[in-house]
């Protein structure tokens, strides 16, 4: 139990373009939902937390405006990087939450983007 | 500001050889500590958490940590290494709040191991 997934697993996309990533929690609800960051040999930095319902709470530099976050479902959360640049080239890991053990949270594969 | 610091970047012990990986956080309240497992290109896999109780905590795949408030560390070990676990390490600790909160990741030590 308590699998997380996210897609796409990796995605490449062309500079000014934007790209979505899925969070999933399978087998389990989650109202709230964490965004990390991972770049090459470094360590997860989390961009922002993602509550179901309301507005996703952003870290100290992390641009909302170019990193959509969206919690429509207990189940799901979504990680829009608008107007991309290879900057933004990363690893990106959720990890969700779960409403009956709100004491655990449960990381997903992650999403390798790369923007060209 | 709670921060972790893992001194050791990259770690190469033979199979067979024991391990620490060494970790040191500061937090200015009760600290939740975890040590993750990370293989290449892969999300996170828990080893092993403290909140409370007794300072030595048993993990999955034969690994322990220790924690040690006086030293504010939270070193992990195993008595005898296998190949597979060449992976990158992280410590980690977040607040205690009845609730899984955002987690401060120290920088991770990567783990090689020789035949």
């Known amino acids: 139990g308590a699998v997380v997934s996210q897609h796409p697993s990796r995605v490449i996309c062309k500079s000014g373009t934007s790209v979505k990533i899925e969070c999933r929690s399978l087998?389990?609800?989650?109202?709230?939902m964490f965004w990390y960051r991972q770049f090459p040999k470094q360590s997860l930095m989390l961009m922002a937390t993602?509550?179901?319902?309301?507005?996703?709470?952003?870290e100290q530099g992390v641009e909302k405006d170019k990193f959509l976050i969206n919690h429509a479902s207990l189940t799901l959360s979504t990680l829009t990087v608008t107007s991309a640049h290879p900057e933004d080239s990363s690893f990106y890991i959720c990890s969700a939450r779960p409403l009956a053990e709100p004491y655990e949270q449960y990381f997903g594969p992650g999403t390798r983007l790369t923007v060209t | 500001a709670q921060s972790v610091t893992q001194p050791d970047i990259h770690i190469t012990v033979s199979e067979g050889a024991s391990l620490e990986l060494r970790c040191n956080y500061s937090?200015?309240?009760?600290?939740?500590l975890f040590w993750y497992v990370q293989s290449p290109g892969q999300g996170l896999q828990l080893l092993l958490k403290?909140?409370?109780?007794?300072?030595l905590v048993q993990g999955i795949k034969g690994f322990e940590a220790e924690f040690k408030r006086s030293q504010s560390s939270f070193n992990l070990r195993k008595p005898s290494v296998h190949w597979s676990d060449a992976a990158e390490y992280f410590c980690?600790?977040?607040?205690?709040?009845?609730?899984?909160?955002?987690?401060?990741f120290g920088t991770g030590t990567r783990l090689q191991v020789t035949l």
């Open positions: 403290y909140f409370s109780g007794d300072t």
């Open positions: 087998d389990f609800q989650a109202t709230t």
């Open positions: 980690a600790v977040g607040p205690y709040t009845g609730t899984a909160s955002k987690l401060t």
């Open positions: 937090y200015g309240a009760t600290p939740y």
């Open positions: 993602s509550n179901e319902g309301s507005k996703a709470t952003y």
